[in-house]
T-cell receptor, first 117, second 112 residues
């Protein structure tokens, strides 16, 4: 079946521009996660949705980062006024259960590589 | 703060050599543990996981990992690696919330 998809796969933004990154989770998956992966590092948790409810946004690095999942399926991560330090791969993952990453594995998408120039 | 340490950032082995990748975490309570793998050009995918029970867990492609609670470790092993095991391996820990913490990863290169 279809896995997690993300678009665009690559995004180049000039410093100060706003960007929107899209995630299509596996159909029916309750949990959705966003991660930021800097070069040479592991994924770092940004935020978690259970259906349309954003239950944990403790990893969002600043108020320039905003995520939504209005109908409990597709999610968008928006970064306003991008800075060079925002350059990274942004990963989306989904999981079929409502317990976050505690009791089930996560299925990852291919990521969006964001480069801020 | 909770953290995950992977001791080796790069490992180079010849085919048929044995593999052990170290992973230590810093948390004194109950944990769920994962190893994920990312093959070149592919998504992160689950290799194996430990939730409870037998501390020696077996995953796909002949990999296994052992949870040693007293050492806060969850090392990944494979008796005989193949060229196709060339990938980046990530250890990850969940301490009961929504957040899973990943290590920095170990890049494994297997020479044919």
């Amino acid at each position: 079946g279809a896995g997690v998809s993300q678009s665009p796969r690559y995004k180049v933004a000039k410093r100060g521009q706003d960007v929107a990154l899209r995630c299509d989770p596996i159909s029916g998956h309750v949990s959705l996660f966003w991660y930021q992966q800097a070069l040479g590092q592991g994924p770092e948790f940004l935020t978690y949705f259970q259906n349309e409810a954003q239950l944990d946004k403790s990893g969002l690095p600043s108020d320039r980062f905003f995520a939504e999942r209005p109908e409990g399926s597709v999610s968008t991560l928006k970064i306003q006024r991008t800075q060079q330090e925002d350059s990274a791969v942004y990963l989306c993952a989904s999981s079929p259960t409502a317990s976050g990453g505690w009791t089930y594995e996560q299925y990852f998408g291919p990521g969006t590589r964001l480069t801020v120039t | 703060a909770q953290s995950v340490s992977q001791h080796n950032h790069h490992v180079i082995l010849s085919e048929a050599a044995s593999l052990e990748l170290g992973c230590n975490y810093s948390y004194g309570g109950t944990v769920n543990l994962f190893w994920y793998v990312q093959y070149p050009g592919q998504h992160l995918q689950l290799l194996l996981k430990y939730f409870s029970g037998d501390p020696l867990v077996k995953g796909i492609k002949g990999f296994e990992a052992e949870f040693i609670k007293s050492k806060f470790s969850f090392n990944l092993r494979k008796p005989s690696v193949q060229w196709s095991d060339t990938a980046e391996y990530f250890c990850a820990v969940n301490t009961g919330g929504f957040k899973t913490i990943f290590g920095a990863g170990t890049r494994l290169f297997v020479k044919a």
